[in-house]
């Protein structure tokens, strides 16, 4: 167990984890951010430089050997007429392509470089789920209650919704029967007898500026007792037909915890 929690009214015991969702999006920027800090520091004035695609540099590819090659093709770029300007350069990982914009003031000198598009699909309930999942072997020797505490770094919006389909499964809406029901795949969903996790404390949107205070996942098998300070905060609980939602009885956990909210 990461810590346990002790509070007058009983005490949890906690595993936490943090895993990275939408992991695509922060490798394409890391093997970018060399190209990014290059142009950055080299592109002519009137222009902002963007990278469409930067491939992650390979070691024959130092970045003063990048910049020499890029020195070359930025002397060719002509002065700024109201229309982007290509640039492209085959790398050994791939090609190199940069896309110089146009600024309002011929003279100025950039002071940003836009990052590559990335697409992707947010796979933040799936990673939610890996991660409690493996966390269950870890939970099993703890004195209970235990809950997961899981905060998603990375890139996304990290909304509740996410969680609550890693936890709990997904809601059904039957056409032509004007039914709803659970597919209870979630973390949470299936099993029987005395859970492993009591529920999990869910941070979602949680960044250095603060966020909302974590969600309460209860696990539908819990029957036990949870300190008010944690059962107060606005929960969520699987019933047979729906995720019932219920709004804090208190606020502020954040800023109790010393978190910075500003």
Known sequence: MDWV????????????????VNAVIGAAVTAAGPIMDLLLEIAPPGWHPMVVRGPQLAPTEPRRWLRR???????????????????????????????????????????DVTGP??????????????????KRRQARGATKPVLAAVYTA?????EVEKFDIALF???????????????RSGVFGKGEGEPT????LAFAGLGWRGGPDPVLYIHPRFTGHLPEAIASLRTRTLSAVAIDDTPARSKGALQQLGWPTS
């Open 5 to 20: 929690a002790v509070f007058a009214d009983g005490a949890v015991s906690v595993e936490a984890t943090a895993p990275a």
């Open 69 to 111: 090659r890029l020195e070359g093709l930025l002397t060719e770029v002509p002065p700024p007429a109201g229309v982007p300007h290509e640039i492209e350069l085959q790398l050994e990982n791939g090609l190199l392509q940069i896309s110089l914009l146009p600024a309002s003031d011929p003279t100025m000198r950039p002071d």
């Open 117 to 134: 598009f990335v697409g992707y699909i947010d796979d933040t309930s799936d990673v939610v789920h890996r991660a409690v999942a493996g």
């Open 154 to 158: 990375g890139f996304g919006d990290h």
């Open 169 to 183: 499964g997904r809601t059904v809406v039957h056409q032509g029967r004007s039914e709803v029901s659970i597919d």
């Open 197 to 200: 996790f009591a529920g999990a």
